[in-house]
Nanobody, 124 residues
Framework: QVQLVESGGGLVQAGGSLRLSCTVSGRTSSSYAMGWFRQAPGKEREFVAVISRSGGSTYYENSVKGRFTISRDNAKNTGYLQMNSLKPEDTAVYYC?????????????????WGQGTQVTVSS
């Protein structure tokens, strides 16, 4: 059974930083791309960032480019999302997900397993 568990969310002031973690079990670390998505109240889930199976390639949504960094440690089967210079508009529930795609998928339908989400709240 594949499970993804996020951690690291919380409340932070604008300009601050948070690091999210996503630990995966039941799936070989090099067999999936890992993505992060977020969903704010009243809005659709949106793509944030993705990292390739090997960790050698990444892709970001424009609004987080230069502020967020996605990474992974395949030895620990864990992915990370370092979020710096946070803004109130980054407030959302953040989800990690795994995809069997070989590329850098940004569409939610390309992901087959999802975590339960972790709340990130940025105060102004």
């Amino acid at each position: 059974q594949v499970q993804l568990v996020e951690s690291g969310g919380g409340l932070v002031q604008a300009g601050g930083s948070l690091r999210l973690s996503c630990t995966v079990s039941g799936r070989t670390s090099s067999s999936y791309a890992m993505g992060w998505f977020r969903q704010a109240p009243g809005k659709e889930r949106e793509f944030v960032a993705v990292i390739s199976r090997s960790g050698g390639s990444t892709y970001y949504e424009n609004s987080v480019k230069g502020r967020f960094t996605i990474s992974r440690d395949n030895a620990k089967n864990t992915g990370y999302l370092q979020m710096n210079s946070l803004k109130p508009e980054d407030t959302a529930v953040y989800y990690c997900a795994s995809s069997s795609d070989y590329g850098l998928p940004s569409l939610a339908r390309r992901y087959d397993y999802w975590g339960q989400g972790t709340q990130v709240t940025v105060s102004s």
